[in-house]
């Protein structure tokens, strides 16, 4: 296959906002390409080099992508800057000196989409010294043979920005209507077992819908996460869970999912990055803790006080996470401990079996030490007793509670009532925190003059996969804040609005959705600007949150897709207008 087939595919992409479109070209993109290369088209369409926890980057910087352009083209470093100032993004550039660029030579060979992936794939193998020059080689051999949009969708993937907007969920959609009978639901489970796309394409169009029933759990390969509803009352939540559940500790700090086999622990995060290296400590507590042959695991890492037991904010677990500290440094002053709340696999599949069984299966596999331990659960069938367990959480430095249907199974990948979190007030007068998605930005005036004043935020519709604008954040901002928002920023700008964004409001930025901030709320209220939940609650109103601040936590843990739904934003007004009520 061309690469210029895919291009084309991809600038018909940008052309539409509209998912069902989107859709049904993926749809036609997928049926004319041969079962052997669509695991490559399904990567790239996902701006990817293979699925999350295999960490393959391209790994190129900024100044490494302008001396290849420079260099391809034959045009110096500092007019290709000069550019890149005038059109703010790098792809642009390319296209644009393509263009002035002087003929192609007698050589060139039109690019497939085999030798694209290849070189790339290679850049993101590479590593030691001569990697960087080795790197620059392979790009500008690409872009030595590129025509105008393929260079431009090339320095795209490369800079890891594909900027189609293109959602896992709308390529799952697709791949069911394309070889699975629009059986979404099949593939989607295929999807949330195996997290790779990729792998999952190339199964459905060798063998169509059979090709996935055989996907399993795979010791090494994460499974995706189960998450959870949330309610503001131990009442509603007893009456959900039909008058009797589990109630655990919801506890601060960083989902795991652990996968052990023999002597070999991987570490995944809630995203599915692999992140092993980080937490040697915790790797070497379940190699003592675990006493099964293989199995997956699943908990939440807390930075804990050694001295006093004590549980330490969420915050201090980034430290574990970023450079600046040394790793042995970092382990020391940061010491975590894993507490597991559940069991996926111990040779056998367990997402089928109800939580109850799930959990025998945890403590018969777990020996618990200083850097493992179980959840601390209770079973309950009373509103006082649930409270009073939600304030010794609370108490034990806890986030809240989460209630647990005891009959459950382990949905993977699914946010459902079988999971309901209970979290603390933070103040008073407010409502809750919630994490929402940046989508835009406003120019900063007075003061702020230069960087961003405020920043349109949205929250996340899972049934129409769209983010929806909420509020405008402008609180809570410190001038270190200020100037490292650009910086997170700066990749996912857009020259529009980006197709899965919903909103009234103008902002001067656009960016895809992709940071995630903590933001407290001051109060929920029927918006008739806002596109949170629109009309669900009142014909022509959404909803937005008053006086909404930063809180100071980057959500860095959490995807776009993981940000407060639209839903969840929609019980949150009723549980207000209860309280109002009362
Ligand atoms: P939130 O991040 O606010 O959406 O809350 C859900 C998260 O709480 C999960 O993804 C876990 O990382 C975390 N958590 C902490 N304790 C538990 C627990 N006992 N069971 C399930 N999730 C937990």
Redesign the pocket.
Known sequence: MDYKEIVKTYEALEETTKRLELTSILVDLFENVKCDEIKRVVYLTQGKLGPDYLGLEVGIGEKLIIKAIGESMGIADKKVQEEYRKLGDLGSVAEALTEKRAQRTLFSQPLTLKRVFENLFRMAKKSGSGAQRERLNLLEDLLNDCSRSEAKYLIRTVTGKARLGIADMTILDALAIAFADGDRARVERAYNLCSDLGEIAEMLCKNGKKGIVDIKIEVGIPIR?M??ERLSSPEEILEKMGGRCAA????DGL?IQAHIEDNHVKLFS?RLEDITSQFPDVKEGLLKSFKGKEGVVEG?CVVVNLNTGEMRPFQQISHRRGRKYELTEAIEEYPVTLFL?DCLYDGEDLTGISYQERREKLGGIIEECDKIKI?TVKVVDDVEELEKFFEDAIEAGCEGL?AKSLESSYKAGARGWQ?I?YKREYRAELVDTVDLAIVGAFAGRGRRKGWYGALLMACYNDETDVFESVCKLGTGFTDEVLKEIPKKLGDFKRDAKDPRVESEMEPDYWFSPSVVLEVLGGEITLSPIHRAGYGVLKKDSGLAIRFPRFTGRWREDKKPEDATTSKELIEMYSAQLKRIEE
């Open positions: 996460s998450l959870a655990e500790y919801k506890y989902r809630r939440e709340f959840s989460i999971w979190k």
